[in-house]
């Protein structure tokens, strides 16, 4: 089992750069696969980022697309997602979501262990 914590979320301008973070707690961190979503008010879940076991292999969504980076430190337990280029529709909460059974994948029904989430609120 793991815990994941985010932090790194608060207000920025339009155009502007935020860095998420997620802390996971427990053991073989390098095991699971790790993902980013948001989920804006009166919206949806969305698909952000995700990441492999081994950082081979990062997928994104579309809207996110060339302008945010998921990476993964094994040793340290964290995730991030580098966000570049700012909008204000980027405005969410975002959680980072994480699961041992699969090497990686945007499904969030597929991920068994969430964070609390971080809001990030863009102002245009």
């Known amino acids: 089992q793991v815990q994941l914590v985010e932090s790194g979320g608060g207000l920025v301008q339009a155009g502007g750069s935020l860095r998420l973070s997620c802390a996971a707690s427990?053991?073989?961190?390098?095991?699971?696969?790790l993902g980013w979503f948001r989920q804006a008010a009166g919206k949806e879940r969305e698909f952000v980022a995700a990441?492999?076991?081994?950082?081979?292999?990062?997928y994104y969504g579309d809207s996110v697309k060339g302008r945010f980076i998921i990476s993964r430190d094994n040793p340290v337990n964290t995730v991030y997602l580098q966000m570049n280029s700012l909008k204000p529709e980027d405005t969410a909460v975002y959680y980072c979501?994480?699961?041992?059974?699969?090497?990686?994948?945007?499904?969030?029904?597929?991920?068994?262990?969430w964070g609390q989430g971080t809001q990030v609120t863009v102002s245009s």
């Open positions: 979501a994480a699961d041992p059974k699969v090497a990686v994948t945007t499904i969030p029904r597929r991920y068994n262990y």
């Open positions: 427990g053991r073989t961190f390098s095991n699971y696969a």
């Open positions: 990441i492999s076991r081994s950082a081979g292999s990062t």
